[in-house]
Every structure is written in structure tokens, then in C-alpha cells.
């Protein structure tokens, strides 16, 4: 593990790789009882070469520093954490899977360590990362999900640290996933009530962003991908930003970030206008939604078309530039899944992919 400690009046200490092991905190330190800590999520992958590769990592250094300062953890170099970061990933090289699907998981964290029972400005943090092999987030793979759409907790609200990955976003979240596992779903929607009579204002799905693929109503028949905006309730995912990169890239649909009703996918799939719902994540990447199970019991029942799916993933790996997307069938899942994987793995030439030498 890399463990970097810092004092108020000393800055941050040499950072060191020790042996993974307990942290000694005091019983008053300030993370065990203010919730004042952040963390990030981020993976390295194994390519078909034998590299080691990181998708993105620039963005979780620049996510964890604006979470730290939300909560008025200490400044740090972005850039210096990062190579830190990749020195741990050359003595621990020998963990990372190479099969496709499986990395090797990083949680950089910072908590505040000074042991102060007062709800101040820490004098004293410790910054660490530990790793471990993962495999896929969802064990049944590229299959759809059912997710219990909760409009009574909030997981962030207007104001808040929604936007910040810190511990205090997902503690709230563990009753409202269990009572969805015991309706038979496997993560929650969160939908804001906002007064204004439109089911509410749509937001994450447990650990995922959300975004849908519908058509409109007007004679076109264009196709929309739209995901909640970055509102300060939103965390700004990188495999979210990553997929309304790439979706643009395709040119063959509208790409939307803006305010959405629960009622506007409701309506749509009523009138058979949604094509793909779905999820991302670090963890899970893509995850295909088939339906929504409303507090009532209402189910609302989702498109997903398997079979279009498994087209894209079956491609080649790195031979979508030659794919003819006007004769191939629509799957925002599968295409998504299949170029993200050629990213991860160096199977294309990409600027997301960051090589550990």
C-alpha cells in the first residue's frame, strides 16, 4: 500500500510503499466521528501486449482533489500522486489479471486523522491507496437489471456533496439497497422530488449514472441519449463523461445532458419510444437496465435487445473504425462495452489509455 502522511505545519511527508497493514488512528481522529474523508475508484488493466494501462487516470486525480477540498481536506499535486501511483502498480504488477474483464482495483483515499472530538478544519490527514484484483461488478454480465425507483431517501440533494466522492454519499445508500434486493432488484434509483408534479427529477442509480436511449415524437423519429446534468447532485463519473464522448463520436443519435423526469421515461417506454436503458461505472462499466419497480409495485418493463448486443461484443476486438453503423443494429450497450474493452486492453491506439512503463 502507498501511505503519505501531512501536518498543517510540516506539508505532506516523503510518501512511502509498505506492506499492507492496519492503520493506528486515534479513538478521537476526526474521520470516525465527521465523516471527514473522500475516496476514488480507478483501475488498471492488462493488455494483449503484457502492458499495464490506466483509462483516464488524470480525471480521478482531479475528482479525489475536488472532493478533498469540499471537505477541506488538503491540497495535493495531482501529477505526483498519480506517478506515486504508478510506482505501487510496478511493485504490485504481478496482481493485475490478464483476462478480459478482470483488472486490478485502486482506491486512493484521504481521512482526516487528527484527533480533535470538534468539527474543525483537520491539522492532520493521511492520503493511502490500496489495491486488489477484481473481476466483472455484476457477475451475470452484459444482462439487464432491475432497479427500485426510490423517491422517499435522497442520495444528494441541492447543495450537498453529490457531486464529491465522499464516504457520507454512501453510508445513507445501504438500507435502501437492501430493501431493493428484497423486491427482487439490484440497485436503487433515486428520483428528487421537486415539487413540480413530473415524478421527480431523476438522479443516480446506486453506484451508476444513468442514461437512456429513446426516440423522439417528432416526425424524425431522432434518436436522444440523455443523462442527468452535472447539477452538484451528480457525480461526475469517467466512464460516464467517457460514454457521452464516445456517443457523440458515433454521430447517428442526439446527445443530451440535462434535467430529467421520471415521468418522460415513463411516458416513453409506455409509448415504446425507449430503446436502451442503462448504467455506468467504473465498477460496472455498462450495465443494461430491463425495468424500473415503482414503490407501489408498478413495474415498468424496458427494452433491451440481447441479440443486437452480442453483435457488437463478438466484433473483433479494435475493429470498430471499420464498423457501418448504418446497416448494423442498435446497441448502445454492446457498441459502448466493446469499444470501452478496446481501450482498456491496447487493443486500439487511444489517448485514454495511460501505459504504466
Not at 457531486?163 to 453510508?171: I, L, M, Q, S, W
Not at 430491463?290 to 441479440?307: P, R
Not at 442498435?330 to 486500439?348: A, E, N, V, W
Amino acid at each position: 500500500m502507498l501511505q503519505i502522511t501531512w501536518t498543517e505545519a510540516h506539508g505532506w511527508k516523503a510518501p512511502a510503499i509498505n506492506p499492507l497493514g492496519p492503520l493506528t488512528l486515534h479513538p478521537c481522529s476526526q474521520v470516525l466521528h465527521y465523516a471527514i474523508e473522500c475516496f476514488e475508484g480507478m483501475k488498471a488493466f492488462r493488455g494483449k501486449d503484457g502492458c499495464v494501462r490506466l483509462f483516464r487516470p488524470d480525471m480521478n486525480m482531479h475528482r479525489l482533489f475536488c472532493s478533498a477540498a469540499r471537505i477541506g481536506l488538503p491540497h495535493f499535486d495531482k501529477v505526483a500522486l498519480l506517478e506515486c501511483i504508478k510506482e505501487l502498480l510496478r511493485v504490485e504488477k504481478d496482481w493485475i489479471p490478464s483476462e478480459e474483464g478482470f483488472s486490478l482495483y485502486i482506491r486512493p483515499t484521504m481521512i482526516a486523522t487528527d484527533s480533535v472530538l470538534g468539527l474543525a478544519p483537520t491539522k492532520e490527514a493521511m492520503l493511502f491507496v490500496v489495491l486488489s484484483p477484481v473481476g466483472p461488478y455484476f457477475p451475470s454480465g452484459l444482462k439487464p437489471i432491475r432497479l427500485l425507483v426510490d423517491t422517499k431517501h435522497a442520495r444528494a440533494f441541492p447543495g450537498g456533496v453529490g457531486n464529491n466522492k465522499v464516504g457520507g454519499n454512501y453510508a445513507p445508500t445501504l438500507v435502501p439497497q437492501k430493501q431493493a434486493a428484497e423486491r427482487g432488484c439490484s440497485q436503487v434509483l433515486y428520483v428528487l422530488q421537486d415539487g413540480l408534479g413530473k415524478g421527480g427529477l431523476v438522479g443516480e442509480a446506486g453506484a451508476m449514472n444513468l442514461f437512456v436511449l429513446l426516440r423522439s415524437t417528432n416526425l424524425n423519429e431522432e434518436l436522444e441519449l440523455v443523462t442527468p446534468a452535472l447539477d452538484g447532485t451528480i457525480l461526475p463519473g469517467v466512464t460516464r463523461d467517457s460514454v457521452l464522448r464516445l456517443s457523440k463520436s458515433f454521430g447517428n443519435m442526439k446527445v443530451s445532458e440535462r434535467q430529467l423526469y421520471f415521468n418522460e421515461i415513463e411516458d416513453a417506454a409506455s409509448e415504446g419510444r425507449v430503446i436502451e436503458v442503462f448504467g455506468t461505472g467504473t465498477a460496472c462499466m455498462i450495465q443494461p437496465i430491463s425495468g424500473f419497480v415503482k414503490e407501489d409495485g408498478t413495474e415498468i418493463s424496458l427494452k433491451f435487445d440481447s441479440k443486437a448486443a452480442e453483435y457488437w461484443l463478438r466484433k473483433l476486438p479494435g475493429s470498430l473504425s471499420n464498423c457501418n453503423q448504418d446497416y448494423e443494429p442498435i446497441s448502445l450497450c454492446g457498441r459502448l462495452t466493446r469499444k470501452l474493452l478496446d481501450i482498456y486492453y491496447g487493443y486500439t491506439e487511444h489517448p485514454w489509455s495511460v501505459v504504466v512503463n
